[in-house]
């Protein structure tokens, strides 16, 4: 009756889903009768005040097997209303936190659960409903890696293949008594209603309703997994950076995919920062799809759940604060002021001024030769620049006299704000002084007051570079 388990060893341990139910119970059952190392889990989640009696009845289950049983609660309602989920987001996400923490614990090579035909009918009806792409469509899997649970046991559904019929004709014929939670009978639930009402309702129209939409669900799941390929593939030439809190995307890149291939690129980014949550609707897909390809100059768009999507320059960030994404790629400091002397004729110094950039100064006779389109280098008449020089941020008010505008002056900020540096990157962002006033923000042109000209004998180069910490 089970399927997708010849593979696993009967030497280590399965941890095994058990709420009491009929389904669960013929999973027990099963894969007991082909005697693989089993321990029985059971979380309990405090949303009825008899739910102790779970407990106990499924650790007498285990008794009667004489299987190990590990248990432990939590309370689903706090914690959705904390984290602003439903119920059973809530729930789902508590009891597999606890699950694979088990299974890590015993080495287990598996996590078992006993969901049915039923469920995967109800799954996809349930994200048809809520609006979906093809990877809520394919429904769940008979194996699956959830990696924000964990990277490498695998989640197994070796009934999946089986109606909730038949997990009941199977505890009947094995004298196995079930226990049946009251909550499945109450329509308060999304899932439920499905279940009561509207899968029966669409069976009078089509008496093999459920099993036409489980041969859809096996279609597509073949479908899913040629996009699931290419998606991780795309993935890989596509990403720069990933945190717990943030993932950054060369943007540029994206002006090659297909609308369908940025939607799976974002679903995925999706599920690994909400944890694995997969009801993510294809609305929400689609609008981050449009804002991605889009010319205007809109900068940010909130996705759910407090992720949002960011274009700063060529990189695109998928994030929950702004605030808080890296600034790696733009020159901060972490010091107030540093003064920088250069004396001889020849001369080097180097200063460091935070998060591994450094500043690195050369006095010379004949003018050094640049990196072509290197912004970060710059090279001044020395005697015009003279010896007071300062490396420091932005102070209210100030003015540059940018070269290419023929001596006028602007403000810094004014000037920050037309070159397109970001905002977040402004105030901590290095500048070099001479005396009062600004000699070079890094990356941009220097000021026309400290030119190089024809008459220039004495040169000093700047070159900002960032070096491993």
Sequence with gaps: ??????????????????????????????????????????FDHQLRPDSAADVQFVREIAEQYKLPFVTESGNVAAHAKKYKESIEEAARNLRYK?????????????????????????????????????SGLKGIEERVILPHFDPKIPLIRPILHLWRAETVAYCEAHNLDYHEDPSNASNEFFRNRLRHN??????????????????????????????????????????????????TFSLSLFSELSPPLIRNIVKFGMEKLLRGQSDISFSVLDSAACFI?????????????????????DALYLAFDVANLPLNDFPQMSEGEILIKLKSDSSQ??????????????RSSAAP??????????????????????????????????????????????????????KRARENYPILYAGDEVAWIPGYQPSYFFRVVTKTESFISFEVVKLDE
């Excluded at 889903?17 to 029985?40: F, H, K, N, Q």
């Excluded at 009918?121 to 609006?131: A, D, I, S, W, Y």
């Excluded at 073949?222 to 890989?236: M, P, V």
């Excluded at 001044?380 to 002056?409: C, H, K, N, W, Y």
């Design 349 to 362: 110094g180097t200063v460091r001024f935070g998060g591994g950039w450094t500043l690195r100064a050369t």
């Design 1 to 42: 009756m089970v399927k997708n388990v010849k593979e696993f060893s009967r030497k280590i341990p399965i941890i095994i889903g058990v709420s009491g139910g009929a389904d669960s119970l013929c999973l027990l059952g099963t894969l007991y009768e082909r005697g693989y190392p089993l321990i029985i889990a059971h």
């Design 369 to 422: 030769k640049l990196k072509s389109g290197n912004s970060f280098q710059v090279t001044f008449d020395a005697e015009a620049l003279g010896q007071s020089l300062v490396l420091r941020t932005r102070r209210a008010g100030e003015r540059i006299r940018p070269l290419g505008m023929s001596g006028r002056s602007m403000k810094v900020k004014d000037f920050m704000i037309n070159a397109k540096l970001p």
């Design 98 to 134: 606890f699950l694979f923490e088990q299974a890590r614990k015993h080495k287990a090579q598996a996590l078992a659960v006993g969901h049915t035909a039923d469920d995967q009918v109800e799954t996809v009806l349930m994200h048809f409903l809520r609006g979906a792409g093809l």
């Design 293 to 313: 390809s889009s010319s205007q100059s809109a900068q940010r768009i909130d996705l759910m759940s407090g992720l949002l999507l960011f274009k700063e320059q």
């Design 198 to 247: 509207l899968i029966p309702e669409l069976s009078k129209y089509n008496p093999r309703f459920s099993e036409t939409l489980l041969r859809t669900s096996h279609a597509l799941q073949g479908d899913y997994a040629l996009i699931s390929e290419q998606t991780r593939t795309t993935w890989q030439r596509i990403t720069l950076a990933e945190s717990e809190n943030h993932i």
